[in-house]
C-alpha cells in the first residue's frame, strides 16, 4: 500500500505561483513512478505532468508545459508541482498519483495504482 498526501493548493491571482507537493509513504518511493492530475468541476480527470522513478525523464500535457515543473527528492519521498503563470483555467482539483508498474511515468491515468485525496487549486481572473 502507498499513502499520498498533497498539500499547498490553494486561492491565488492569475499570473501567480503555486508549489504542489505530494508526500508519500508505504513503499520504496524510488520505486514509483508519479503523476500529477487534474479534474475540474463538470469535466474528466486530465493528465498533468508525470516523472520517472529516477526524476531523469518528465512530460508535460500541452496545456502546461512551460509553465509547470515537476520534480521529485527520493530521499523526502515528495514529488512536487511548480506551477507558474497560473490561469483561470488551472482551476482544478489536483491529484498526486503514483505507479508501481511504470518506470517512465504515463499519461493515463489507469497506468497509477494509488491516489492522493487531492488539493484545490483557484485562480482567479
Known amino acids: 500500500q502507498v499513502q499520498l498526501v498533497e498539500s499547498g493548493g490553494g486561492l491565488v491571482q492569475a499570473g501567480a505561483s503555486l508549489r504542489l507537493s505530494c508526500a508519500a509513504s508505504g513503499r520504496t518511493f524510488s520505486r514509483l513512478a508519479m503523476g500529477w492530475f487534474r479534474q475540474a468541476p463538470g469535466k474528466e480527470r486530465e493528465f498533468v505532468a508525470t516523472?520517472?522513478?529516477?526524476?531523469?525523464?518528465?512530460d508535460y500535457a500541452d496545456s502546461v508545459k512551460g509553465r509547470f515543473a515537476i520534480s521529485r527528492d527520493n530521499a523526502k519521498n515528495t514529488v512536487f508541482l511548480q506551477m507558474n503563470s497560473l490561469k483561470p483555467e488551472d482551476t482544478a482539483v489536483y491529484y498526486c498519483?503514483?505507479?508501481?508498474?511504470?518506470?517512465?511515468?504515463?499519461?493515463?491515468?489507469?497506468?497509477?495504482?494509488?491516489w492522493g485525496q487531492g488539493t484545490q487549486v483557484t485562480v482567479s481572473s
Open positions: 498519483a503514483a505507479s508501481v508498474d511504470r518506470f517512465y511515468g504515463s499519461r493515463n491515468y489507469l497506468e497509477y495504482n494509488y
Open positions: 516523472i520517472s522513478r529516477s526524476g531523469g525523464t518528465s
